[in-house]
């Protein structure tokens, strides 16, 4: 069964950091390409980075450029956002997404591209 699992969100104050963590199950994650989205209250969901199958390529929005970052482990089956200088506005649900295919480049904004939704974690970055 395949299975997207995220952990690491919680509380944390203005200029500090978190590092989510996408934990795979039932599949190999160096073989799909991999997004990282987020929906605050009220808005629609957003592509926030993601990285490419095979060359582990990375795109970032432009909201997060310079302050996130997104690597993979293979030996754990994980991909991880390491989040730097967080804002009240980065607030949101963070889900992270799979989709199947070697070599594949990751799209950042598109979430209908991708097969697999993990259920979401919440960071909130208040004072």
């Known amino acids: 069964q395949v299975q997207l699992v995220e952990s690491g969100g919680g509380l944390v104050q203005p200029g500090g950091s978190l590092r989510l963590s996408c934990a795979a199950s039932?599949?190999?994650?160096?073989?799909?390409?991999i997004g990282w989205f987020r929906q605050a209250p009220g808005k629609e969901r957003e592509g926030v980075s993601c990285?490419?199958?095979?060359?582990?390529?990375?795109l970032y929005a432009d909201s997060v450029k310079g302050r996130f970052t997104t690597s993979r482990d293979n030996a754990k089956n994980t991909v991880f956002l390491l989040m730097n200088s967080l804002k009240p506005e980065d607030t949101a649900v963070y889900y992270c997404?799979?989709?199947?295919?070697?070599?594949?480049?990751?799209?950042?904004?598109?979430?209908?591209?991708?097969?697999?939704w993990g259920q979401g974690i919440q960071v909130t970055v208040s004072s």
């Open positions: 990285i490419s199958s095979g060359d582990g390529s990375t």
């Open positions: 997404a799979a989709v199947p295919g070697l070599g594949r480049l990751c799209r950042l904004h598109e979430t209908g591209w991708y097969d697999y």
């Open positions: 039932g599949f190999a994650l160096r073989y799909y390409a």
